[in-house]
């Protein structure tokens, strides 16, 4: 007759489940340990970036980019429909069979593990960024704070650059910006050549940017576009005003440049446009810094800003309108909780610019026009 196990091998084979479980929270939770030892150590977190995240995203994002859609965006929905389904069977399960505790823990923990990997993997691939050179570091580009004088001048330039290319540009039966989309896409890429001239630190392999096709639902979160570093593919939000498309492509383009500030990539975009050639792109790229300034300089000066504003033309100001219009219809819990966690992940990876007077993109335009690149001053 077989001996029967003891009773200790049938309790340890019954919390089998646990010991699983258990491991499945600590390996993501040990690989995030390891990398708040790490981040501290900037050459490792250089090593990190450009010998291991680099080339994987590049490989990629190069076998996605043979796609015409966006793997990225597969993933997110898979995602979403896999926690859906895991929560409505959770409370089948809770409904319908015994052992409802011991049910509800392994969920809880199951999806506790999934949560860290995905968060675990973020943060080794992307995350990393934070802590590896910074703008100032590659281009010597110092964010010295601005005024409202700078502010005030910087203002006035781009109303008046803005203006003068909203006449130049596509228009609809109502005065709005139209373009086609297909053509700026392609035309992304190659906008930035002119600024990798004077920042060679930011060259690279890129892909190009793909539209959304849930770009409603980004919209109703509030993001105009995302980068996914686990397949390196830069996503296009193409509902919203067709105005700031071309800026925001380019600003999915410094992500690809492993520039993880959203400010330090707000500068790049309007750099980038704002002295090309292409009138699509430096007009979005115009209005942007637009936005930007009028945001900054309203908080300083009132009567500054009703004077620099004032030279943006009533061409332009519809195109203004139009998204003030847009994201204010679109204004919903579900809008602030997405910005909540955004702002906690960013946060989390120490993304808060104490140092800025007025926001870390404006004034590295002070910086850049005023200090590094004086020359470079449209208004002279």
Same mark, same amino acid.
């Given at each position: 007759? /077989?001996?029967?196990?003891?009773?200790?091998?049938? $309790?340890?084979?019954?919390?089998?489940?646990?010991?699983?479980?258990?491991?499945?929270?600590?390996? /993501?939770?040990?690989?995030?340990?390891?990398?708040?030892?790490? $981040?501290?150590?900037?050459?490792?977190?250089?090593?990190?970036?450009?010998?291991?995240? &680099?080339?994987?995203?590049?490989?990629?994002?190069?076998?996605?980019?043979?796609?015409?859609?966006?793997?990225?965006?597969?993933?997110?929905?898979?995602?979403?429909? =896999?926690?859906?389904?895991?929560?409505?069977?959770?409370?089948?399960?809770?409904? *319908?069979?015994?052992?409802?505790?011991?049910?509800?823990?392994?969920?809880?923990?199951?999806?506790?593990?999934? =949560?860290?990997?995905?968060?675990?993997?973020?943060?080794?691939?992307?995350?990393?960024?934070?802590?590896?050179?910074?703008?100032?570091?590659?281009?010597?580009?110092?964010?010295?704070?601005?005024?409202?004088?700078?502010?005030?001048?910087?203002?006035?330039?781009?109303?008046?650059?803005a203006s003068e290319l909203a006449e130049e540009v596509t228009r609809d039966e109502d005065g709005l910006y139209i373009q086609d989309l297909d053509t700026l896409f392609v035309q992304a890429t190659e906008v930035y050549d002119g600024l990798l001239e004077?920042?060679?630190?930011l060259e690279g392999p890129i892909r190009q940017p793909k539209p959304m096709i849930f770009s409603r639902i980004l919209s109703y979160m509030g993001f105009t576009g995302f980068f996914f570093p686990f397949t390196g593919e830069s996503m296009v939000n193409?509902?919203?005003?067709?105005?700031?498309?071309?800026?925001?492509?380019?600003?999915?383009?410094?992500?690809?440049?492993?520039?993880?500030?959203?400010?330090?990539?707000?500068?790049?975009?309007?750099?980038?446009?704002?002295?090309?050639?292409?009138?699509?792109?430096?007009?979005?790229?115009?209005? &942007?810094?637009?936005?930007?300034?009028?945001?900054?300089?309203? $908080?300083?000066?009132?009567?500054?800003?009703?004077?620099?504003?004032?030279?943006?033309?009533?061409?332009?100001? =519809?195109?203004?309108?139009?998204? *003030?219009?847009?994201?204010?219809?679109?204004?919903?819990? @579900? $809008?602030? @909780?997405?910005?909540?966690?955004?702002?906690?992940?960013?946060?989390?990876?120490?993304?808060?610019?104490?140092?800025?007077?007025?926001? @870390?993109?404006?004034?590295?335009?002070?910086?850049?026009?005023?200090?590094?690149? /004086?020359?470079?001053?449209?208004?002279?």
């Amino acid at each position: 007759m /077989p001996q029967q196990p003891s009773t200790l091998q049938s $309790k340890l084979r019954s919390l089998r489940w646990l010991w699983v479980s258990l491991a499945w929270v600590a390996v /993501p939770a040990v690989l995030l340990g390891i990398f708040q030892f790490c $981040k501290g150590n900037q050459a490792w977190m250089n090593v990190w970036v450009r010998q291991v995240t &680099s080339p994987i995203k590049s490989g990629i994002s190069w076998l996605c980019s043979f796609l015409p859609f966006g793997v990225a965006e597969v993933i997110w929905a898979a995602a979403v429909i =896999a926690v859906a389904v895991f929560l409505v069977r959770t409370v089948y399960l809770l409904i *319908t069979r015994r052992g409802r505790l011991k049910r509800l823990l392994r969920r809880v923990l199951a999806l506790a593990g999934a =949560a860290l990997i995905a968060y675990a993997g973020y943060t080794l691939m992307w995350g990393a960024n934070y802590y590896a050179d910074s703008l100032a570091d590659m281009t010597g580009l110092v964010d010295r704070g601005t005024n409202a004088s700078e502010l005030h001048t910087l203002l006035v330039a781009f109303s008046d650059r803005a203006s003068e290319l909203a006449e130049e540009v596509t228009r609809d039966e109502d005065g709005l910006y139209i373009q086609d989309l297909d053509t700026l896409f392609v035309q992304a890429t190659e906008v930035y050549d002119g600024l990798l001239e004077e920042f060679p630190c930011l060259e690279g392999p890129i892909r190009q940017p793909k539209p959304m096709i849930f770009s409603r639902i980004l919209s109703y979160m509030g993001f105009t576009g995302f980068f996914f570093p686990f397949t390196g593919e830069s996503m296009v939000n193409v509902d919203q005003p067709e105005y700031l498309v071309p800026f925001t492509l380019l600003h999915e383009l410094s992500h690809q440049r492993n520039i993880a500030s959203e400010e330090e990539c707000n500068f790049l975009a309007i750099l980038a446009g704002a002295q090309s050639d292409n009138v699509d792109f430096a007009y979005s790229a115009c209005m &942007s810094a637009f936005i930007h300034l009028s945001n900054a300089l309203r $908080k300083a000066d009132s009567d500054l800003w009703a004077d620099a504003v004032s030279h943006l033309s009533d061409t332009a100001r =519809a195109d203004n309108s139009a998204n *003030t219009q847009y994201w204010a219809a679109l204004e919903s819990p @579900a $809008k602030t @909780a997405s910005q909540s966690v955004y702002s906690g992940v960013t946060k989390s990876y120490g993304e808060e610019d104490v140092m800025a007077s007025y926001g @870390a993109c404006v004034d590295l335009l002070a910086a850049y026009y005023f200090d590094y690149n /004086p020359d470079a001053q449209f208004w002279n």
